[in-house]
């Protein structure tokens, strides 16, 4: 089993079990992403979501770029994993627990997270410019964190440690790793004790509009995941070599 899916009082844990591969988005790890989200929203007995990665690693370092160069992706489908509050509905709150690493499609889903709780030792970073590949879910970037700052991860694809990361808002704590999990339950219990239907109305006020920026988004990506590039990022990174890029 790639994903976990348990509850303890009230709070449903939903674990990426790959660290062997930094708990990459592999096809089993995005269907067990998908049967986890689904359960969540069934699940009455869980008011809040804690998504996180098995290990002390990596909470997600982003797809699987050996799988990518194999399957010749190009744009992927609506559906390639779950994007809370874009491709599926998930209206209770979803926290982030980052026991690592969190790059390209692993910070894609913090991002989504309503919060984020973040190991002292983790780091955040859009890597897809290092590989040619697209990332049109950071749309919503420059409002999470300031514009310039949104412009700095997008284009160096840098990583920032978890204590920028809080400094510039993308991360609401930073705790030791030891105590990520104890500090982000006490969390998810502070919110699951408030009234639900409150609960719900305020993260649908928080996220009003958020929506609107995704479709001009895929539109401005498209190219770039058509590309030779687009191929050769996961070629060169299966290959072990560094990238040849031709700019179309």
Request: aromatic share 8%; charged share 25%; with cysteine.
């Amino acid at each position: 089993m790639s994903v976990s899916y348990e509850v303890h009082d009230g709070v449903a844990w939903l674990t990426i079990d790959r660290p062997e591969a930094r708990n990459a988005l592999s096809k089993e790890v995005r269907d067990g992403l998908w049967a986890g989200t689904r359960r969540f929203v069934a699940d009455d007995s869980a008011a809040v979501l804690v998504l996180t990665g098995a290990g002390d690693k990596a909470f997600c370092a982003g797809g699987d770029l050996k799988e990518m160069a194999e399957t010749a992706l190009e744009i992927p489908p609506p559906d390639f994993l779950p994007q809370f509050g874009r491709n599926i509905d998930v209206p209770k709150p979803t926290i982030a627990a980052v026991n690592g690493v969190a790059y390209a499609g692993g910070f894609l889903l913090a991002q989504q997270c309503d919060l984020v709780v973040a190991a002292d030792h983790a780091r955040f970073a859009v890597t897809e410019v290092k590989v040619g590949r697209g990332a049109p879910w950071a749309a919503p970037l420059s409002w999470l964190v300031p514009p310039r700052i949104a412009m700095e991860i997008l284009l160096t694809g840098d990583p920032l440690d978890a204590r920028r990361a809080r400094e510039v808002g993308l991360v609401n704590d930073v705790v030791p790793l030891a105590e990520l999990r104890s500090r982000t339950q006490a969390l998810a219990e502070r919110i699951a004790a408030n009234a639900p239907l409150s609960v719900r109305a305020a993260k649908q006020t928080a996220y009003l509009q958020r929506r609107d920026v995704y479709d001009r988004a895929e539109e401005i990506w498209a190219p770039v995941y058509r590309s030779r590039d687009a191929q050769e990022g996961p070629a060169a990174f299966r290959e072990k070599r560094a990238p040849v890029w031709e700019g179309r």
